[in-house]
């Protein structure tokens, strides 16, 4: 998509929507060149520091319990996280990282700051869509 004549005359909503769904695209393509997808990025960030259920998961991730699982179970084919059963409940499984998946976390935690150096570290712009993301799903998520 060519940058067009009049988006700077465009209402912030809809800069906002094209941003999102650009930069998108162009972390899709460059996840998949690694074998994950975005949804399989966020679950190998939250599971940086300890193992978690696949509804601690689900909450962190702000995404229904079914949409996790389709997550997980790419994610656990793949190698990059194993799902246990809980030593405690036998109905639940505790989801941790494999060394393969903490491999290919350390390859795309960089892709941010390597595609979009002007706003990776931006404090405007990160406060901005925090401010923006807090606002409209505070009450959904809580």
Do not use: Y
């Not at 800069?15 to 190998?44: F, K």
């Not at 998961?57 to 190698?79: C, N, P, Y």
């Amino acid at each position: 998509m060519e940058v067009r004549e009049g988006m700077d005359g465009w209402p912030t909503g809809r800069l906002l929507s094209t941003a999102a769904r650009m930069v998108e695209h162009a972390w899709a393509d460059a996840l998949d060149r690694l074998g994950l997808t975005h949804a399989g990025l966020i679950v190998l960030d939250l599971l940086d520091r300890d193992p978690l259920s696949q509804a601690e998961l689900a909450k962190f991730a702000r995404v229904r319990a079914q949409t996790i699982s389709r997550t997980l179970e790419r994610l656990d084919r793949d190698g990059f996280v194993t799902r246990d059963k809980h030593p405690d409940d036998g109905r639940r499984h505790v989801v941790a990282r494999t060394e393969s998946g903490r491999a290919v976390w350390l390859q795309a935690r960089t892709l941010e700051a390597d595609m979009f150096p002007a706003v990776a570290e931006n404090a405007e712009v990160r406060a901005a869509l925090l401010g923006i993301i807090r606002a409209t799903t505070a009450s959904r998520w809580d």
